[in-house]
């Protein structure tokens, strides 16, 4: 079993600044491929970027390219975000998927386990 808590999340003016961490723990951390998600009210979950297991590949949704910066140590997976905009507030999610995948990172359904979300807020 793996237990992911997120942090970092906040209100923060547009054009500002946040990073969240991700920390897990119960499985190997180097083994799991980490994404995060998020979900603004009313609407689905949606992709915001992935890296795999080894940090050689990250991959992002086109919204976020340029200001979104994945990233990942011995223990953590972290999510810089620059020059917010309010279209990026929502609830964000950190997620594992086992076994050192490495294809369909950017589906909700190849994920194993979840984080219990972090709110970020970006005022106009």
């Known amino acids: 079993q793996v237990q992911l808590v997120e942090s970092g999340g906040g209100l923060v003016q547009a054009g500002g600044s946040l990073r969240l961490s991700c920390a897990a723990s119960?499985?190997?951390?180097?083994?799991?491929?980490m994404g995060w998600f998020r979900q603004a009210p009313g609407k689905e979950r949606e992709f915001v970027a992935a890296?795999?297991?080894?940090?050689?590949l990250t991959y992002y949704v086109d919204s976020v390219k340029g200001r979104f910066t994945i990233s990942r140590d011995n223990a953590k997976v972290y999510l810089q975000m620059n020059s917010l905009k309010p279209e990026d507030t929502a609830v964000y999610y950190c997620?594992?998927?086992?076994?050192?995948?490495?294809?369909?990172?950017?589906?909700?359904?190849?994920?194993?386990?979840w984080g219990q979300g972090t709110q970020v807020t970006v005022s106009s």
């Open positions: 119960g499985r190997t951390f180097r083994s799991l491929s």
């Open positions: 997620a594992a998927a086992i076994n050192r995948r490495t294809a369909g990172l950017s589906r909700i359904g190849v994920y194993d386990h």
């Open positions: 890296i795999t297991w080894s940090g050689e």
